[in-house]
C-alpha cells in the first residue's frame, strides 16, 4: 500500500475528520461528543501550532487516515519525561469502516513513522498512547516502539514509548 501525506485543511477537512473524531471506534481520540465546530476550532489551533502538526494520509489522492506529530518538549509530554533532541511525538487515527482491510492500519503506522524518519532530525519517535489501549500497544511494538513507564497525563494514564530510527529499520525490514 502507498499513501501520500498533505497538510490538514482544518476548514475543508472538518466535516470529514468530525466523522472520523467522533466515531464509537476513536474513543481513545477522546472526541466522541464534540461538534463540528469543535473540530474545527482544534485543528485551526494546530495548523496555527508552531510546535504541533496535522496531515491527512491519502489513498490514491482520498483522504485515508489522520497523522499528527509534535514537538514532546513544548507539547503533551511537557514535564512528564525529559526530552533529548530529535524527539517528535506521534498521533495517529484510522476511520472505522464497515469493510476493513486486513494489514492496513499496520501500513498506515508504518507510512507514518517512515514520514517522520524522512526528515534527518527524528532520532526518535514518542508515544503516549491510553494504557488500555492494547490494540495500538501491539501496533507500535511491531514497528519498533519500545515502552518505558506509565505516566498519568490530565486526560489518562498512558505508555510511553519510545522508537528510535534503528529500532523501526529492524522491526520494519528485519
Aim: aromatic share 10%.
Amino acid at each position: 500500500m502507498t499513501f501520500t501525506f498533505r497538510p490538514l485543511d482544518p476548514l475543508n477537512d472538518a466535516e470529514l475528520l468530525h466523522t472520523w473524531v467522533t466515531h464509537p471506534k476513536a474513543a481513545y481520540w477522546m472526541m466522541q461528543d464534540a461538534k463540528l465546530q469543535d473540530v474545527e476550532r482544534a485543528y485551526m489551533e494546530i495548523a496555527a501550532d508552531e510546535h504541533h502538526h496535522a496531515l491527512l494520509g491519502l489513498q490514491d489522492g482520498e483522504p485515508a487516515f489522520l497523522m499528527e506529530y509534535y514537538d514532546p518538549a513544548h507539547r503533551e509530554l511537557v514535564g512528564l519525561y525529559d526530552p533529548q533532541p530529535g524527539d517528535v511525538g506521534m498521533h495517529f487515527l484510522v476511520p472505522a469502516t464497515d469493510q476493513p482491510v486486513h494489514g492496513f492500519t499496520k501500513a498506515v503506522i508504518t507510512a507514518v513513522m517512515a514520514h517522520l524518519f524522512e526528515d534527518p532530525r527524528t532520532a526518535r519517535v514518542v508515544v503516549e498512547p491510553d494504557i488500555a489501549n492494547k490494540a495500538v500497544h501491539a501496533l507500535n511494538e511491531a514497528v519498533g516502539f519500545i515502552p518505558e513507564r506509565e505516566i498519568q497525563k490530565p486526560e489518562k494514564k498512558a505508555l510511553l514509548s519510545f522508537c528510535t530510527r534503528d529500532h523501526f529499520e529492524k522491526a520494519v525490514h528485519g
